[in-house]
């Protein structure tokens, strides 16, 4: 199985700021054949079902606010929200998709400072 | 819009077995694959397996013997069953479907929160 290692696992941010998550696995997500990262991104907020914020490594999801974006290839990516809100407190996970079985990583838990 | 709505047994003994199904409504189930997965409390997600518009299903190794998930497409509905539960499967469980083109989860059901305890 591919292991997703999310770094931190939490992290406070002052409103307006910039927030970085980092998600690392242990082999390679992208595909040659169509030049594609496996890695999507998700938003979990408590009581609600993950929310798909990226695909694709970088593609955001229609309706997800640009101040999210994500980047990376590889084994390495971020996800950075460029402006924190208030809404945006929540567990982010990064999820690959290239081999079955489909993993997650640990999450890493979004406050405000 | 694409809405998933899931139902099932909440409360299960030791070696029952979890029965979940899943309705799709306001889109095309055929362009769509669509998944179960499950987040025991305080962790992670756990996808458990899948199913495409066409052929067989896929399954997590982790609980290969014990699951069938299964797809009516006339009737736009997609089922998990896993066998033989234990404390261990204790977990809410969530429909989720997404586009070919993006490979992502984009539809989810609300989540099943399935408790085994005797």
């Known amino acids: 199985d591919i292991v997703m290692t999310q770094s931190p696992d939490s992290l406070a941010v002052s409103l307006g700021e910039r927030a970085t998550i980092n998600c690392k696995s242990s082999?390679?997500?992208?595909?040659?054949?169509?030049?594609?990262?496996?890695l999507a991104w998700f938003q979990q907020k408590p009581g609600q079902p993950p929310r798909l914020l990226i695909y694709?490594?970088?593609t955001r999801e229609s309706g997800v606010p640009d101040r999210f974006s994500g980047s990376g290839s590889g084994t390495d990516f971020t996800l950075t929200i460029s402006s924190l809100q208030a809404e945006d407190v929540a567990v982010y996970y990064c999820?690959?998709?290239?081999?079955?079985?489909?993993?997650f990583g640990g999450g890493t838990k979004v406050e405000i400072k | 819009q694409v809405q998933l709505h899931q139902w099932g047994a909440g409360l299960l003994k030791p070696s029952e077995t979890l029965s979940l199904t899943c309705a799709v409504s306001?889109?095309?189930?055929?362009?769509?694959?669509c998944s179960w997965l499950r987040q025991p409390p305080g962790k992670g997600p756990q996808w458990i397996g899948e199913?495409?518009?066409?052929?067989?299903?896929d399954y997590n190794p982790s609980h290969k013997s014990r699951v069938t998930i299964s797809r009516d497409t006339s009737k736009k509905l997609f089922s998990l069953k896993l066998t033989s539960v234990t404390a261990a499967d204790t977990a809410v469980y969530y429909c989720?479907?997404?586009?070919?083109?993006?490979?992502?989860?984009?539809?989810w059901g609300q989540g099943t929160l399935v408790t085994v305890s005797s």
């Open positions: 989720a479907c997404g586009s070919y083109s993006s490979r992502g989860w984009s539809y």
């Open positions: 306001g889109g095309s189930f055929s362009a769509y694959f």
């Open positions: 199913i495409a518009h066409s052929g067989g299903p």
């Open positions: 082999q390679s997500v992208f595909y040659s054949s169509n030049n594609k990262n496996y």
């Open positions: 694709w490594a970088s």
């Open positions: 999820q690959q998709y290239n081999n079955s079985p489909f993993t």
